[in-house]
């Protein structure tokens, strides 16, 4: 049983998908679920469409992470109301990756108002790829951290290892029933 943490936001270090990222790894790691952490800031891919887009080496690495993958658990900045294009990039081009997998969603927000932006991106993958959609997920704004990058507020971290949990739990199930 592995999970992929997927962090899709490109700013700085301490952008606030990554801060989601390195928690939930955090919790995992700690429960000794097998996790990897893929901040794609450091595997640039190719703009799905273009002529490279499904040759490119870091777009066979990111799907063999996927496709690697018993569940995975993405952590996407929400821009105008959805998840970031970065995200639905990856996706695109790790597509067949994603079949049957379990995916658990880590939001951060600007305000909330876009609390259910993650919808459309969940019920693609639900009709596209047949993954199973935690029915938890977490959805962050700028007053869950702190200055220096730490989860600020305790409700958020343990929904964070709420859903992380639950991502890992429903993956091994998922798995299960497969085999």
Known sequence: ???LVV???????KTKSLLLAREAERVLVADGTPVTLLDLRELTLPLCGTQESFTHPHTARALELVAAADAILL????YNYDANAVAKNFIELTGKGWENKV???L???GG???FMSVMPLANSLMLDFRCVIVPRFVYATGSAFAADGAIAHPDIAG???QCARATAQLGAAVKALLQ
Do not use: Q
């Open 1 to 3: 049983m592995s999970v």
């Open 7 to 13: 962090s899709s936001g490109l700013g700085s270090p």
């Open 75 to 78: 952590c996407t900045p929400i």
């Open 103 to 105: 995916v658990g969603f």
């Open 107 to 109: 939001c951060a927000a």
């Open 112 to 114: 909330e108002k876009s």
């Open 159 to 161: 929904r964070i290892a």
